[in-house]
């Protein structure tokens, strides 16, 4: 199946208020480069990619895909819901739970936490972030 080129969220959000609704199909979206910053990495050469599919006019919210290739990286974390759609990581929480995500998991991280992504195979998500 080729590549799904998904409109810009300009033209997102005009497609959803007109329509009500949008459909993706996760797996085949194209997702845009992102960078991490080189403190972020503690092992491999992991790369993200993203599309952020709808913003709040405020900004503070936002919902989209985002994936992450094999190696290990450290974050401060949004508050976010996110729900993994294929790959495999391991998501260590700083002073808290040790998390193994699979397909079909669902996760909520709380602001401000601290954590170490280890990822195994490359892990692609749906989120809802706020903050």
Do not use: N
């Not at 599919?53 to 976010?80: A, K, N, Y």
């Not at 909520?108 to 954590?115: D, I, Q, R, S």
């Amino acid at each position: 199946m080729p590549d799904i080129f998904v409109p810009e969220p300009a033209d997102l959000a005009r497609m959803v208020a007109a329509a009500g609704a949008f459909s993706v199909p996760t797996g085949d979206v194209r997702l845009s480069p992102d960078e991490l910053e080189s403190h972020q990495i503690l092992a491999g050469s992991p790369r993200v990619s993203s599309i952020e599919l709808w913003s709040s006019p405020d900004g503070r919210q936002s919902r989209g895909i985002w994936e992450i290739t094999p190696g290990t990286v450290v974050d401060v974390e949004r508050d976010e819901m996110f729900v993994v759609l294929s790959g495999r990581a391991t998501l260590e929480v700083d002073g808290g739970a040790t998390l193994e995500l699979v397909p079909g998991s669902v996760c909520l991280l709380a602001e401000g936490a601290k954590t170490v992504w280890i990822v195994h195979e490359t892990l692609r998500k749906v989120y809802h972030c706020v903050g």
